[in-house]
Structures are given as structure tokens and as C-alpha cells.
């Protein structure tokens, strides 16, 4: 399997963390604690190597830019849409609990394709790469398009607005540093080989949550979960970073003999620092480690990897033939590892 195309499609409205302060104070009531915690976003936001994210402005629609970007995907692909037999649909972000998402994204091109959805928090679309993988290989499919669709940033944000005391961004802070983008990824038959590797913890399930209402019926008991909203991002960012370095290191450990021999590594983009910290712990050459997202995008959950290979691929970084590592961690807790080559048989993106 190879990827014929990525296409992606950002909204126009750059947000930089001096953007989130000042919308903080103005949606935000002013009291005792308000010093405090623009404070202490700042330095979270720092800390994580957060710097700018887009988000929609006014009249742009999630739609519009999910079309965009299946379309320039198809464009470099050299495909039109009736050439896609399956589209899998796989982020946090979507407008719809039923049905699957994939179906409202096929509609948006008039696609008479396969669809259903994977919901795996940000391993979404590593999960979906995975299947695609091996439905190709057996034959099922011969043409598969990925679609993500991470627009939740500004309804988190408006969440995260409500916070009445600095302690509370221990479990709101993730929401300040989302971005939004939609992404899609044609993968296609070629001999080429993937490999995938995972781990998970769910005796860990409540340290990232976005939970529906009567979530407390379905999910065993929690002192972590006490606290959570329904359809609020609710994450403890500190144990769940740290968990998921364990995790992740011991993947890499499991899985590549030679830390040296891939070409490149790309990461969830969730915190640059974090990846760094996790990398130098596991003995990644760290200039093989490609963070640049988080920066310039925020975190874009299930986008990440696919965001991350465009923009490496643009830059550079991604020579033909190269030996790419992805090493996404996510919600769950589940850490994972695919591993393919880039560009053996003509790998494009969008200009």
C-alpha cells in the first residue's frame, strides 16, 4: 500500500496564545483569580510549545474545508471520486452520532463508496491506516480515503472560558491549545509493506475524556470522571503525557532494533515538548523527530499524523523512499507505531 495523496485544508482565522489571553478576559468575568490563571495558561502554553492554531472565522464552514481537502487529495492522487471504493472517516471532531461521518463526507463529493467511522481519539487515523492496509491486502478495497474533520476547538474553547479557578486547567488546559483542520489520505495497492504495533491501557480510560450525557452508566466507577461534563474535554494532561512516555517507550524498545535506521519520526503533535522529553528518554535521534505541528497548528488530535507527513513532505524532510516511523500516543491509553516507506511509488501533496 502506498499513499497516493494528502490533501488539507486549514481555516483562515490564526490564533496565537496572545489571542487566547485577551479572548479569556473578555469572555471570561473578572475576579480574584483572573491574574492567575491568564498566568498560568501562558506558561502551559509555553511549556507545551504552543505558539499559534487556526480556527474557522465567521461564514466558514467545517464542510466546505472537508471538501477541500478530499478533493486536493484526489487531485494529487490523479483519481476522481468514483475511483474511491471505501472512505473511513476517523477524528474526535464530528457533526453527527449517527450515522458515521464518513457518509456526510462522501455526500460531499457524490461518492457511491463503502463508509463507516473509527473512534479512537487521536490514533483515529493510525487505526484507519490500518485497515486500509489490510483490506487492500487481501483484496477487498483498491482505493481508500481517510478523512479527518478536527473542528471541536472553538466549542472547548467557550468550555474552557468558564473556568473559575486556576486548579482547573490541571483538567481544562488541553482545550486552549486545539487547533482545527481537516485532512484526507488516499491510500492505494502497490507492494509496498506497512507495519503496525500497539499498546494499550485501559485500566487508564479516565485521563482524556469527552463525555455523552448519562456517561456514568456506561463507564466503571471513577474518581477522575467525578467531575467531568458532558461533551467538555476533560483531560489530566500531566499523568496522561507520563503515561503515555512509558508506554511509548517501551513500544519503541519492543518494536525497532535500530533506533537509528528510520528516516524520520512523527509524532501526535499534542506537545512538542512532551514528544521531545519521550524521544530523548527512548534514545530517538532527535533531529529525525519531526514536532514542528504543535508550533504552527496546535494540537489537532487525529490530524496529526496526516498533517504532519504534508507538511515534511513539503519541507523536505520526506525524501523518496524514505523510512517513516509514526508514533502517535492518544486517549485510551493506547500508544502505537506504523512504520512504511514514503514515496516508493510517487507519492504526492497538495502544493
Not at 502554553?45 to 486536493?72: C, N, V
Not at 468558564?162 to 502497490?190: N, Y
Not at 456506561?218 to 467525578?226: E, G, K, M, T, V
Request: charged share 20%; aromatic share 8%.
Amino acid at each position: 500500500m502506498r499513499i497516493a495523496g494528502i490533501g488539507v485544508a486549514v481555516p483562515s482565522q490564526a490564533v496565537a496564545n496572545d489571542d487566547i489571553l485577551r479572548a479569556v478576559e473578555r469572555e471570561r468575568p473578572r475576579d480574584a483569580w483572573s491574574g492567575a490563571i491568564a498566568r498560568s495558561i501562558l506558561n502551559l502554553l509555553e511549556a507545551a510549545g504552543a505558539e499559534t492554531r487556526f480556527h474557522r472565522a465567521p461564514g466558514e464552514l467545517a464542510r466546505d474545508l472537508t471538501r477541500t481537502a478530499m478533493q486536493d487529495a484526489l487531485a494529487q492522487s490523479g483519481l476522481r471520486p468514483h475511483d474511491i471504493d471505501l472512505l473511513i472517516h476517523c477524528s474526535i471532531g464530528r457533526g453527527f452520532i449517527e450515522p458515521g461521518n464518513a457518509y456526510f463526507c462522501a455526500n460531499l463529493l457524490g461518492m457511491r463508496c463503502d463508509c463507516f467511522d473509527i473512534a479512537d481519539a487521536c490514533m483515529g487515523w493510525l487505526r484507519a491506516a490500518n485497515l486500509a492496509y489490510d483490506g487492500i491486502a487481501v483484496g477487498r478495497h483498491r482505493r481508500v480515503m481517510v478523512v479527518n474533520t478536527e473542528f471541536g476547538a472553538q466549542q472547548q474553547l467557550a468550555y474552557g472560558y468558564q473556568i473559575g479557578h486556576p486548579l482547573e486547567l490541571r483538567r481544562k488546559f488541553t482545550a486552549f491549545t486545539l487547533g482545527e483542520v481537516a485532512a484526507a489520505t488516499v491510500f492505494e495497492a502497490s507492494d509496498e509493506s506497512w507495519s503496525f504495533t500497539y499498546r494499550s491501557r485501559p485500566d487508564l480510560f479516565d485521563l482524556c475524556t469527552v463525555p455523552l450525557p448519562g456517561h456514568t452508566s456506561f463507564a466503571a466507577d471513577s474518581a477522575r470522571l467525578a467531575g467531568a461534563k458532558p461533551l467538555q474535554l476533560d483531560a489530566h494532561s500531566g499523568e496522561l503525557f507520563a503515561a503515555a512516555e512509558d508506554e511509548m517507550c517501551a513500544l519503541l524498545a519492543e518494536t525497532l532494533s535500530d533506533l537509528d535506521a528510520p528516516d524520520l519520526y512523527v509524532p501526535h503533535s499534542a506537545s512538542s515538548t512532551a514528544s521531545v522529553a519521550a524521544a530523548r528518554r527512548a534514545g530517538l535521534p532527535l533531529h529525525k523527530l519531526f514536532t514542528s505541528i504543535m508550533p504552527r497548528f496546535g494540537n489537532v488530535a487525529s490530524a496529526s499524523l496526516p498533517l504532519g507527513l504534508f507538511c515534511a513532505s513539503r519541507e523536505g524532510a520526506l525524501p523518496s523512499n524514505a523510512d517513516v516511523v509514526l508514533c502517535p500516543a492518544s486517549a485510551g491509553v493506547c500508544v502505537g507505531i506504523g512504520r512504511f516507506r514514503w514515496d516508493a511509488g510517487g507519492t504526492h501533496v497538495a502544493s
